[in-house]
Nanobody
Framework: QVQLVESGGGLVQPGGSLRLSCAASGSIFSIAVMGWYRQAPGKQRELVAQSTRDGNTNYDDSVKGRFTISRDNAKNTVYLQMNSLKPEDTAVYYC????????????????WGQGTQVTVSS
């Protein structure tokens, strides 16, 4: 009933940039929090960045100063601008959305995108 579609991954040289996008659609009343997670092979999934509807953000220490998360609430879309990319940023990146689906029922559900591969290599 709620779908997150990601785009923007790819192969980039160290020091390069990529911009990821994630658009949510379906039965949505509001989205409280949208975020980006990543998982490298053999590693635990980790939070990269997240943003509330009013623009409050936080970042993992490993990406502070290099990545920027932003939202377009009218489009139910979240972005991740990634600059100064490093090989250790290589991972599958997943977006998330904490969705209230029905007006008057405040329950929120966590939905996930299918992931997009980011590879940083020379």
């Amino acid at each position: 009933q709620v779908q997150l579609v990601e785009s923007g991954g790819g192969l980039v040289q160290p020091g390069g940039s990529l911009r990821l996008s994630c658009a949510a659609s379906g039965s949505i009343f509001s989205i409280a929090v949208m975020g980006w997670y990543r998982q490298a092979p053999g590693k635990q999934r980790e939070l990269v960045a997240q943003s509330t509807r009013d623009g409050n953000t936080n970042y993992d220490d490993s990406v502070k100063g290099r990545f920027t998360i932003s939202r377009d609430n009218a489009k139910n879309t979240v972005y991740l601008q990634m600059n100064s990319l490093k090989p250790e940023d290589t991972a599958v990146y997943y977006c998330s959305a904490d969705v209230q689906v029905v007006a008057g029922i405040p329950n929120q559900f966590r939905y996930w995108g299918q992931g997009t591969q980011v590879t940083v290599s020379s």
